[in-house]
């Protein structure tokens, strides 16, 4: 899972955010005044204390302080996780509207995102124990949200249709076997509509619909996920694992691996050898 970019922050009146996108979750919760989110061709709203947001990945938003001349506080932090099934239910149930600070929801966000970012201020030296609780923490969060999302989906209808769902689902488990299978070495998108008797152009757009990211991008995290365990034999060189991971050498695949963790293959590798530890890769928040 990933976990980054926590922080509270108090701005002056006519504070603006210039628009942006990610490929996580954003949680924003105001404490004090009121915030204004726009959501691209969605729609725009004002929320104050108490109030969060769960904007979901790949939305274009921008934010800004509602008052010319009032301060407002904000907490954020940004998340990912693997389960599709959670991020589908987030996304189509709570994600990119306002959720009322009388909401259970609201009131778990508030207290998960005020403990990350005290957490993340900790003077303590010992930083695996300060990763654990954020780990914990976030964890605990994501059961919680499992707990109220039930009821949630029976008041609210879902953005996509029951074979929109389907077919991603489809999607999905093709691309995982695909990945997880070492013979097939290597395999494209279209391979995966065309199994399934669909375009790629109306694949790519039900499943960032239902999911929230990319194929292309759900395929990146596959490989990624592979990497590490194929990583993890040391009977397999690294051009071994490059080979089964469909890349087309070892050079190319430690390209990508760096860009996946910010580290080496080998250098990963290194570190498998040593006690298994949380740890923080390139100090971008992504917690192992």
Same mark, same amino acid.
């Given at each position: ?19 942006? %996108?990610?490929?996580? !979750? ?18 725009? =709203? ?17 934010? %800004? ?13 940004? !998340? ?6 959670? %991020? ?27 403990? +990350?970012?005290?957490?993340? *201020? ?11 609780? #954020? ?51 290597? !395999? ?15 694949? @790519?757009? #039900?499943? *960032?619909?239902? =999911?929230? +990211?990319?194929?292309? @991008? ?9 990497? *590490?365990?194929?990583?993890?034999? !040391? ?23 760096? *860009? ?25 928040? =992504?917690?192992?």
């Amino acid at each position: 899972m990933y976990v980054f970019g926590g922080h509270l922050h108090t701005v002056a009146g006519n504070w603006r955010f210039f628009e942006q %996108k990610h490929q996580a !979750f954003e949680l924003m919760c105001v404490l004090k005044g009121r915030q204004t989110t726009d959501i691209k061709g969605l729609a725009t =709203y004002t929320y104050g204390p108490g109030a969060a947001m769960i904007i979901s990945p790949g939305t274009l938003h921008t934010n %800004k302080n509602a008052s010319a001349s009032e301060d407002m506080t904000y907490i954020c932090f940004h !998340f990912n996780i693997e389960s599709l099934r959670l %991020k589908s239910e987030i996304i189509s149930t709570i994600a990119n509207t306002v959720i009322p600070a009388t909401d259970a929801i609201a009131k778990i966000s508030l207290k998960t995102a005020t403990k +990350i970012v005290e957490l993340s *201020k900790s003077q303590s030296v010992d930083k695996l124990k300060i990763n654990l609780k #954020i780990q914990i923490t976030l964890l605990n969060y994501l059961y919680q949200l499992t707990e109220e999302l039930s009821q949630h989906q029976q008041n609210k209808r879902r953005h996509f249709s029951d074979r929109e769902a389907k077919v991603s689902r489809d999607m999905a488990t093709l691309i995982e076997e695909h990945v997880d299978n070492i013979e097939n070495h290597s !395999f494209s998108f279209s391979d995966i509509c065309q199994t399934l008797n669909i375009s790629t152009g109306y694949g @790519h757009r #039900i499943f *960032k619909k239902v =999911y929230g +990211i990319t194929p292309l @991008h759900f395929i990146e995290e596959q490989k990624y996920r592979k990497a *590490k365990l194929l990583l993890g034999y !040391f009977e397999y060189s690294i051009e071994d694992v490059a080979f089964m991971t469909g890349a087309g050498n070892s050079s190319i695949f430690s390209k990508q691996f760096k *860009k996946w963790s910010g580290i080496t293959p080998s250098t990963y590798r290194k570190q498998l050898t040593k006690k298994r530890r949380v740890r923080s890769i390139s100090q971008s928040g =992504y917690f192992e």
